[in-house]
Every structure is written in structure tokens, then in C-alpha cells.
């Protein structure tokens, strides 16, 4: 793929010197009639062109996040059963999540489909805007990787809604909604040092210790501190209702996006989006521990 960006980029340059030799060429001689027989072969070059450029772009990624799962897939607990550049998880199942309440400008990419042990899942990056309240615009709901597993405990009623404290004004309407179904700020079973950097809310159906383990709350905190670490602001939300567990993992800049003008094999860039994943399926790998 660096490759063909060089090649792209050469292309570029030699296709600028040749515009520019025309445009010289028309205004030397003025002749309508040959600017019209040049513009002809240059349009249909230029439109190659921003074919190769966007192919480039889509290729790109599904690339390496290929790669990645194929990588990935050699450990024992995880499975992959497919990859879909352009699937997404769609907003009724987003919303079920009751970790965010509104959705009204919703895009998706990258379905991952899988099991962790014995638990399904699907993930896929999600970018969602809302109408704003107070401004005539679009304000940014939730932009990072969002993850549906299996809870894979049948007799689960009610739910568990977990809320970065950070985000507790941007989320007031989630954490109002969820009260109206009956949920509560619960601190009994939840670690102190968790509960500085989370809110967690349960309906009165729900045993926390039984759902929501130390374990799985420490493994939360163990990437929370890598995020810190390495001054990023990226965030948890999670909730478990019913029988689905919900996941969502805040991202603060797009990963493995190429870019035309720059050489794109990083490895800290395929790295982190990787460990991001990871992370995830980790979580999820906790839960089904816990079952």
C-alpha cells in the first residue's frame, strides 16, 4: 500500500507539470477550438485519477484491519467469522445500549463479527451526531469503537448502566432515562477506586456483585490508567441489559486512516488500534469468565 501512495504521489506531480504545460500552452495560443480538444483528455485523466486516489483510500484500511484479525485469531479465546468494511451495527441496537439516548446523524464502518470463549459479539467503529438543543448544528454524541456481546445469562433481568464521571453532563439525559426504568447510583460492590472515575447505575432487580465483577471493574481501570499514561482522552461506557452487554470505547482521533502525503506505515498507529480492539475483547473475556 506504500507503495502504490508513491506511485500515486508521482503521478500526481507528473500530471501537475502536464496541467500546467497545457494551461501555458491554451493561453499562448487562444484557440478555442484546441482548449476544447485538450480539455477533453484532461478531464477523463483527472477523473483516473480521483478513481485511483479513492480506491486507495477504501482499500487501505480493510487491509490491515484484515491482518490484524487474522493476527488476532491465533490466540485461543478469540474467533472471527467475518469482516464487513462498510457493515455497521445498527442505531435501534445503538440506542438499546441506554448508554446514549439520541442518534439523528448516524454513520458505520467496519463490522467485526466473532466470539470471545464462548460469547458472541460485533463490533464496528460508529461516529453519531445529535441535533443540538441550543445551536443550530450538530453536536458530537459518540465517536469511537462500539461493541454488542452475548451476556450469556438467561435469567438477567433488569440492567447495569456504567458512566464515566467525566462525561456525567454530556450523559444527564441517559442518566435520566435509565432512573425512569428504575435504575439507582449503586456503591455497594463497586471498588472505591472505581467508583472515583465511574458512576454506575442498577435497577433494583439486579445484584451488582453477581453482574458486574471486581475483575471486571479492575480490568476498566488497568486501561483507563494505560489511556492516561500516554495523555490521550479516550473513555469507557458500558451497560448490561438483559441478556446483551454493551461496550463502547471513546476515541479522541481516527485510526488507520491513510493519508496521500505521508508515509503510513506507522506502527504505533496499526499498534494502538489493535490494543483498542484488544481491549475489548478482553473486557468481554470477563464476562464470560464470570458466567
Not at 448508554?99 to 454513520?107: K, L, S
Not at 458512566?163 to 435509565?178: G, H, I, Q
Amino acid at each position: 500500500m506504500e507503495q502504490r501512495r508513491k506511485r500515486l504521489m508521482r503521478l500526481l506531480l507528473l500530471s501537475g507539470f502536464m496541467l500546467a504545460g497545457v494551461v501555458v500552452l491554451q493561453v499562448y495560443l487562444s484557440i478555442f477550438a484546441v482548449t476544447l480538444a485538450l480539455f477533453i483528455p484532461v478531464g477523463l485523466w483527472m477523473a483516473y485519477l480521483a478513481f485511483k486516489v479513492q480506491v486507495f483510500f477504501k482499500e487501505f484500511k480493510p487491509r490491515v484491519v484484515t491482518l490484524l484479525l487474522d493476527y488476532i485469531d491465533n490466540d485461543v479465546n478469540f474467533k472471527f467469522d467475518g469482516y464487513d468494511p462498510k457493515g455497521f451495527i445498527p442505531p435501534a441496537k445503538f440506542l438499546e445500549s441506554r448508554i446514549f439516548t439520541r442518534a439523528d446523524d448516524y454513520f458505520g464502518e467496519d463490522m467485526i463479527r466473532g466470539q470471545v470463549r464462548e460469547t458472541p459479539f460485533e463490533a464496528c467503529e460508529l461516529r453519531v451526531r445529535e441535533f443540538s438543543e441550543v445551536r443550530n448544528r450538530l453536536d458530537l454524541v459518540f465517536s469511537g469503537i462500539f461493541l454488542v456481546a452475548d451476556y450469556q445469562r438467561w435469567d438477567m433481568h433488569g440492567g447495569v448502566l456504567g458512566l464515566p464521571d467525566a462525561y456525567r453532563k454530556y450523559l444527564s439525559r441517559s442518566e435520566r432515562a435509565f432512573h425512569l426504568e428504575g435504575g439507582r447510583r449503586v456503591r455497594e460492590g463497586i471498588l472505591p477506586e472505581f467508583e472515583v472515575f465511574f458512576d454506575t447505575y442498577a435497577t433494583s432487580d439486579v445484584r451488582i456483585k453477581d453482574v458486574v465483577s471486581e475483575d471486571f471493574q479492575k480490568a476498566i481501570l488497568r486501561f483507563r490508567q494505560r489511556f492516561q499514561e500516554v495523555n490521550r482522552e479516550k473513555e469507557i461506557y458500558f451497560s448490561i441489559i438483559g441478556d446483551k452487554i454493551y461496550i463502547a470505547l471513546r476515541q479522541d482521533r481516527d485510526l488507520l486512516e491513510p493519508s496521500l502525503f505521508a508515509n503510513n506505515t506507522s506502527y504505533e498507529v496499526v499498534h494502538e488500534f489493535y490494543e483498542d480492539l484488544r481491549l475489548l475483547l478482553e473486557l468481554v473475556m470477563e464476562v464470560d469468565a464470570m458466567n
